[in-house]
């Protein structure tokens, strides 16, 4: 069931690959919950001109975030360390940002990609 207003994303469809983006931060959410067998939430809002998706797990939380965009590095075993990286070059290419953080609202972490509305 949709949560919130209706919303179109504008730009070149073709241009925009939705694999490594979404569907990367909502495995990677998935995956660290499955350690905790907690929960995946995904959520939306409008922010003035931008659309902003939010993915919280209830995982065990980000250990640290200095090198989360960095390239090749990973966690993960069998992690390619390209996901992350990829999902944030795409938003940006379109206007957005990817952000990661542990939660302030309990465990886990909550993955925040904003595109232009």
Known sequence: MP???????LGDIAGFSWGPGPFSLLRNAADASLTTRGAVHVGWRRDGNMIEI?????????AG???????????????????????RQIAEGHGGALSL?????????IAC???PA
């Open 113 to 115: 990609l904003r595109l």
């Open 101 to 109: 953080e542990n939660r302030a609202d309990g465990q886990g972490c």
């Open 65 to 87: 975030t200095a090198n989360l965009f960095v390239p090749f590095f990973t966690t993960k075993p069998g992690g390619s360390g390209i996901g992350l990286v990829l999902s």
């Open 54 to 62: 939010w993915i919280k797990d209830d995982g065990p939380g980000l």
């Open 3 to 9: 949560i919130g207003p209706s919303f179109q994303l």
